[in-house]
């Protein structure tokens, strides 16, 4: 069972920035698809960006531009930083892992950006 512990999450003013990581527990990045995704009050868990095996990264088309994906394989950790944030970002953030081992998540980061 594949662990996934988020933090960085916080309180940052608009136009601030603010950089989540994902650590797993296991090796995995390159068997498994990494994510974020983000879910705000009373609205559906929304994808935010990805990182291939191979370590493309794709971006929810509104975020691109202002959100990254990276990753650090010797520390299992994905990071997403996000520079100029808008309230509209505040919401919980969620790290994904997909592919052959199995889809986990983890227990979510809280982003909250004030105007």
């Known amino acids: 069972q594949v662990q996934l512990v988020e933090s960085g999450g916080g309180l940052v003013q608009a136009g601030g920035s603010l950089r989540l990581s994902c650590v797993a527990s296991?090796?995995?990045?390159?068997?498994?698809?990494m994510a974020w995704y983000r879910q705000a009050p009373g609205k559906q868990r929304e994808f935010v960006a990805l990182?291939?095996?191979?370590?493309?990264?794709n971006y929810a088309d509104s975020l691109r531009g202002r959100f990254t994906i990276s990753r650090d394989n010797a520390k299992n950790t994905v990071y997403l930083q996000m520079n100029n944030l808008k309230p509209e970002d505040t919401a919980v953030y969620y790290c994904?892992?997909?592919?052959?081992?199995?889809?986990?998540w983890g227990q979510g980061t809280q982003v909250t950006v004030s105007s």
């Open positions: 994904n892992t997909a592919g052959p081992i199995g889809t986990y």
């Open positions: 296991e090796s995995i990045f390159s068997i498994n698809v």
């Open positions: 990182l291939t095996t191979g370590g493309s990264a």
